[in-house]
C-alpha cells in the first residue's frame, strides 16, 4: 500500500507561482510511475502532468505545457508540480496519483493509488 500526501497549495495572484509536493510511503516509489491531475468545481478531474519512474520521460495536459513543470526525487520519496505563470482557470483541487508500472500514464483510470489533494486558487 502506498499513502500520498499533498502539500503546497494555497491562494496566488494571476501570473504568480506555487510548488506542489507530494511524499510518498513505502519501498516502491522509485518504480512507480506517478502523475498529478486536477478537478475544478463542478468539472471531471483530468490529467496536468505525468512521470515516470526515473524522471527521464514527461508528459503535460496542453493546457499546462510551458507553464507547469513535474520532477520527482527518489532519495526523497516525492513528487513536485512547479507550477508558474498561473491564471484563473488553474483554480483546482490538485490531486497526486502513482501507479505500480514505470512508465508515463495519463488517465484516471490508470492510477492505482491516490491523494487526499491540495486546493489551488488563482485569484484575477
Known amino acids: 500500500q502506498v499513502q500520498l500526501v499533498e502539500s503546497g497549495g494555497g491562494l496566488v495572484q494571476a501570473g504568480g507561482s506555487l510548488r506542489l509536493s507530494c511524499a510518498a510511503s513505502?519501498?516502491?516509489?522509485?518504480?512507480?510511475?506517478m502523475a498529478w491531475f486536477r478537478q475544478a468545481p463542478g468539472k471531471e478531474r483530468e490529467f496536468a502532468a505525468a512521470?515516470?519512474?526515473?524522471?527521464?520521460?514527461?508528459a503535460y495536459a496542453d493546457s499546462v505545457k510551458g507553464r507547469f513543470t513535474i520532477s520527482r526525487d527518489n532519495v526523497k520519496n516525492t513528487v513536485y508540480l512547479q507550477m508558474n505563470s498561473l491564471k484563473p482557470e488553474d483554480t483546482a483541487v490538485y490531486y497526486c496519483?502513482?501507479?505500480?508500472?514505470?512508465?508515463?500514464?495519463?488517465?484516471?483510470?490508470?492510477?492505482?493509488?491516490w491523494g487526499r489533494g491540495t486546493q489551488v486558487t488563482v485569484s484575477s
Open positions: 496519483a502513482g501507479h505500480w508500472r514505470g512508465s508515463v500514464r495519463t488517465t484516471t483510470g490508470g492510477m492505482d493509488f
Open positions: 513505502g519501498r516502491t516509489f522509485s518504480s512507480n510511475g
Open positions: 512521470i515516470n519512474w526515473s524522471g527521464s520521460n514527461t
